[in-house]
């Protein structure tokens, strides 16, 4: 009975250490993977159920969230992604890592942040915005350029997020600030990985929270994005 009970505790012990093992490498290589994704830090954390060393070990995930940091997502300066992914199959195909079955984010853009994108993204004209402001009830931000501004409402278009300009006071011709705009936001919905689109947008009153997905996505092999190379 003594020798039994020394051998379950054995075995309980190496499974709890075998576990705790498999989180810390996991840990290592997906922070890594979704830092390098959105260029910002990250941390990570998993469904228990099924015990995660057998997750690990099958190479099938059921749940995966994503918390960054909240500094920038890409060229989105302050901006703050919570991202969930569902069934996660990681089987090299020689073009793909393997599959996500679901994935869902929140993405939370703060007026300030959006002032440092538009003046980081667009020379010229982005260096004379000095505040953003936000019209919750209207669904419209407002880009203040002095004794200039510019009115716009993000919109969902065929998946991706726009700024549409509704108004524009000052000597800005509304076709250029639009132009400028559309540049803007096509650069950043092109660098979503993994089909990622837009769904919805809100205006809050601190900033503007969009909610993205994608269903069945191939995880890219490191020719073709190279931040997926240590999967």
Same mark, same amino acid.
């Given at each position: 009975?003594?020798l039994?009970v020394?051998?379950?505790a ?5 499974l709890?250490?075998?576990?705790? %093992?498999a989180r810390?490498?996991a ?6 993977v ?5 260029e910002?830090?990250?941390s990570?954390? %998993?469904?228990v159920?099924?015990p995660f060393?057998?997750?690990?070990? @099958?190479?099938?995930y059921?749940?995966i969230?994503?918390?960054t ?10 901006? @703050?992604?919570e991202?969930?992914?569902q069934?996660v ?8 890592k393997?599959?996500i079955?679901?994935l869902?984010?929140t993405l939370?853009w703060t007026a ?6 538009v003046?980081a993204?667009?020379?010229g ?9 936000t ?11 002095g ?8 919109v ?10 509704l108004d524009?006071?000052?000597?800005f011709?509304?076709?250029?600030v ?6 803007? @936001?096509k650069?950043?919905?092109d660098n %979503? ?10 205006v809050?009153?601190t900033g ?5 997905s994608?269903?069945d ?7 073709t ?7």
């Open positions: 009975m003594l039994a020394i051998v379950i054995a075995l309980a012990g190496g709890a250490g075998a576990e705790l %093992y810390h490498r840990d290592d290589i997906l922070v890594d979704a830092e390098c994704v959105v910002d830090g990250a990570i954390s %998993y469904g159920n099924p060393l057998w997750q690990h070990l @099958t190479g099938h059921t749940n969230s994503v918390l940091a909240g500094d920038r997502v890409q060229s989105a300066d302050g901006m @703050t992604a991202v969930t992914l069934d199959r990681l089987h090299d195909s020689g073009d793909a393997g599959t079955g679901k869902d984010a939370t300030d942040g959006i002032k440092e994108t003046a993204n667009l020379p004209v982005g260096a004379l915005i000095t505040a953003v402001r019209d919750p009830a209207a669904g419209t931000i407002v880009l203040d350029a004794s200039a501004a510019v009115t716009a409402r993000p969902v278009t065929d998946g991706d997020l726009n700024l549409e300009v524009v006071s000052g000597p011709p509304k076709d250029t639009q132009s400028a705009l559309n540049d803007l @936001t650069k950043l919905n %979503y990985p993994l089909g990622i689109q837009a769904d919805s947008v809100e809050t009153g503007v929270v969009g909610t993205f994608s269903r996505a191939s995880i890219p092999n490191e020719e994005n190279r931040c997926f190379a240590r999967l």
